[in-house]
């Protein structure tokens, strides 16, 4: 299975791994300097009590007594966060007051104060034992008071603290994902417009991309590209050269068979010879033909298209000029051939060797496919926005399902006779792409015949 990435997961993962990683280790580090602060302040309180406790440490008849009024004591026992409980034990470690049962520091101690924990009627808890002495200054000794509390209360606060840190470092990293994965959107806006520039090119454009409005980082990926386009309009138009002058070149060998071929013809005494001459005459003008369509088409395709500069011109006098030159060949043919176009001039920006090649085809096409004693019109309708140019005929007509094929190179109609080399409608498809002309084929009015049309963009 492939993997499909894109620039913004992938930049989403090496920033949200990480953060997530560090988020994790900052929550553990703050659990425990959570729980350091929470013991402290826990500590300092069980001191405090203590110390409280030892303070109504009193000595009456000799008997040591201490001297809890009624409020502190439910005060001890009755605390909002967890009860403590303590235990006071005299000089000779003998029972004073608390409960008995809670453990006292195993191994009497010199220190005034120490910290331990313990475990206490099943619980784990931590207790401080403060030594106080019965009357300073005097050998009575010290008694020792123990106060100690649950140590759950202690990790429940921790927690408690460890939340209100984390759940905001939390969405903090979320936070920062979402900010990355709006801010790289909006980072590779040029390389959509980029996109949509390559996009909504035609195949003939092979001019630089604009690399000005792409970020640093994707320039010279614009600029290879470019070079690598520069590098493919010259093979290109290298290419097409080579196909103009290999058919510029068979030219002149082609005429001279040809003018042999006839003076051959007009010598030959037997039928036989003749028949072959006749032949041989038919397939030279054929492949005379050929020759002068693929220098057409070489001259039409995009590699050549600087040799032919665009110019305002009037479509309506090229279109009437280049039909009247076909009205021989229509009147060979007993074909009435008609133009119909506005006297007044109708400019568009087009190259005129080129457009009379455009026409020269379409009418081609509509005198030699259409029987004798049929009509042919070719018109020039001006629009708003457009030039239209149509050719329609009486003749066979093109069936729907053909009418994309047909502008294919060398594909020819079967039954269509055998004159064409199939080169004629893709010349005139190359010729109006490069003029920017939309071409549609359809049948002619009423549904008889053939209608091609040819929407030029007006010249402002
Ligand atoms: N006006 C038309 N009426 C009927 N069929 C047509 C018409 N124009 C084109 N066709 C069909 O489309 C095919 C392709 O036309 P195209 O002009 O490309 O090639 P061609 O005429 O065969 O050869 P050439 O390169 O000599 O023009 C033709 O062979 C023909 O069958
Ligand atoms: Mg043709």
């Not at 030594?131 to 649950?150: D, L, W, Y």
């Not at 028949?275 to 020759?291: D, F, G, K, M, S």
């Not at 455009?358 to 496919?369: G, S």
Request: aromatic letters at 6%; proline letters at 5%; a neutral charge.
């Amino acid at each position: 299975m492939r993997k499909i990435r894109t620039l913004r997961s992938q930049l989403i993962a090496w920033l949200a791994v990480p953060l997530l990683v560090l988020w994790s280790l900052s929550t553990v580090v703050d659990y425990d300097v959570a729980r350091r602060f929470v013991d402290l302040a826990y500590d300092r309180q069980l001191l405090e009590a203590a110390l409280d406790i030892g303070r109504q440490v009193k000595v009456a008849d000799n008997r040591i007594y201490v001297d809890l009024p009624e409020v502190a004591l439910q005060m001890l026992q009755t605390r909002e966060i967890d009860r403590l409980y303590y235990l006071v034990t005299g000089p000779e470690n003998e029972f004073i007051t608390g409960e008995p049962d809670l453990p006292a520091l195993s191994d009497p101690t010199t220190d005034r104060v120490r910290y331990y924990d313990e475990e206490y009627r099943g619980q784990l808890i931590r207790a401080v034992a403060v030594r106080v002495p019965v009357q300073p200054g005097s050998a009575r000794g010290a008694v020792m008071i123990h106060v100690a509390e649950r140590l759950t209360i202690r990790a429940d606060s921790a927690r408690q603290l460890i939340f209100g840190m984390v759940l905001p470092q939390a969405l903090l990293v979320f936070a920062t994902a979402l900010a990355v994965w709006y801010g790289v959107g909006r980072g590779l806006k040029p390389l959509a417009s980029l996109r949509q520039e390559i996009e909504s090119r035609s195949h003939r454009d092979l001019s630089a991309l604009p690399e000005a409005q792409a970020p640093n980082e994707v320039q010279p990926l614009i600029r290879a590209m470019n070079d690598l386009l520069a590098r493919l309009s010259a093979a290109l138009a290298s290419q097409q050269r080579f196909i103009a002058d290999a058919a510029h070149q068979l030219r002149t060998p082609l005429a001279g068979i040809k003018t042999q071929t006839e003076l051959a013809l007009r010598n030959a005494q037997s039928d036989e010879v003749q028949a072959t001459l006749r032949q041989l005459h038919t397939a030279t003008e054929q492949t005379t033909r050929l020759v002068n369509q693929l220098l057409s088409l070489a001259r039409a395709e995009p590699g050549a298209r600087r040799e032919h500069a665009t110019e305002p011109l009037d479509l309506g006098a090229l279109a009437r000029n280049t039909t009247t030159e076909w009205v021989p060949r229509a009147l060979e043919r007993n074909i009435d051939l008609g133009f119909d176009g506005p006297d007044a001039a109708v400019k568009i920006d087009g190259n005129a060797f080129l457009l009379k090649e455009l026409l020269n085809n379409v009418l081609d096409n509509a005198i030699r496919y259409t029987q004798r004693g049929g009509q042919v019109t070719v018109r020039v309708v001006p629009d708003t926005r457009t030039v239209k140019l149509a050719v329609e005929d009486t003749g066979p007509g093109i069936p729907a399902r053909e009418r994309e094929r047909v502008f294919e190179r060398f594909y020819r109609l079967l039954g269509g006779g055998s004159e064409g080399c199939g080169l004629g409608l893709a010349i005139v498809r190359e010729i109006a792409q490069s003029h920017g002309a939309e071409i549609t084929l359809d049948a002619g009015p009423n549904g008889v015949g053939t209608a091609v049309q040819i929407a030029f963009p007006r010249a402002t």
